[in-house]
T-cell receptor, first 116, second 112 residues
Framework: EAQVTQNPRYLITVTGKKLTVTCSQNMNHEYMSWYRQDPGLGLRQIYY???????DKGDVPEGYKVSRKEKRNFPLILESPSPNQTSLYFC???????????????FGPGTRLTVL | QQQVKQSPQSLIVQKGGIPIINCAYE??????FPWYQQFPGKGPALLIA?????SEKKEGRFTISFNKSAKQFSLHIMDSQPGDSATYFCAASKHRDDKIIFGKGTRLHILP
């Protein structure tokens, strides 16, 4: 089954404790992206990647890191989480150039993160 | 100039009614306007998309109307059903730009 998977689905952590949210897709998509969803703010893009070793900032990159060492994986790293990073996070993938080539994005099921 | 303004924030409609969700943008370089549908506990999924060379696109009960001069586009759901209850996001992007901008979402509830 073609899908985007995220782990963990739920995470409660404390301020300053480094964490990684994994994202994997089995559709051989070039484009991958991370979003956060907050009430009243909609979906905001954190980082995206056009292909292996190519990453760039979205609209809200502060406090996050990403890497793209393999085509299928795009982990989101919070080196020192803070309470304002409590949110629902979505990973997405898309064939070709993603939005720049009018391609659909396929979203994962989400990771609900709480930072105490 | 990169914003996409979506309204209303929430909407309640009787079954069979026609909910309408509106979006407005400023950047005239945007040339791809998708709508995503999100059910509770799930990730968003593409519902329908339009490019500005047409004024309307219909897929089943879902229609996008696009007004290029007004820089507005809207989603209409014909013969709405309780199963259409979800959050809807409009979005905009432009050719050769890797980013996509989403609206803040509309929570739609269809009453049985």
């Amino acid at each position: 089954e073609a899908q985007v998977t995220q782990n963990p689905r739920y995470l409660i952590t404390v301020t300053g404790k480094k964490l990684t949210v994994t994202c994997s897709q089995n559709m051989n998509h070039e484009y991958m992206s991370w979003y956060r969803q907050d009430p009243g703010l909609g979906l905001r893009q954190i980082y995206y990647s056009m292909n292996v070793e190519v990453t760039d900032k979205g609209d809200v990159p502060e406090g996050y890191k990403v890497s793209r060492k393999e085509k299928r994986n795009f982990p989101l790293i919070l080196e020192s989480p803070s309470p304002n990073q409590t949110s629902l996070y979505f990973c997405a993938s898309s064939p070709g150039g993603g939005p720049s080539t009018y391609n659909e994005q396929f979203f994962g099921p989400g990771t609900r993160l709480t930072v105490l | 100039q990169q914003q996409v303004k979506q309204s209303p924030q929430s909407l309640i409609v009787q079954k069979g009614g026609i909910p309408i969700i509106n979006c407005a943008y400023e950047n005239t370089a945007f040339d791809y306007f998708p709508w995503y549908q999100q059910f509770p506990g799930k990730g968003p999924a593409l519902l329908i998309a339009i490019r500005p060379d047409v004024s309307e696109k219909k897929e089943g009960r879902f229609t996008i109307s696009f007004n290029k001069s007004a820089k507005q586009f809207s989603l209409h759901i014909m013969d709405s059903q309780p199963g259409d209850s979800a959050t809807y996001f409009c979005a905009a992007s432009k050719h050769r730009d890797d980013k996509i901008i989403f609206g803040k979402g509309t929570r739609l509830h269809i009453l049985p």
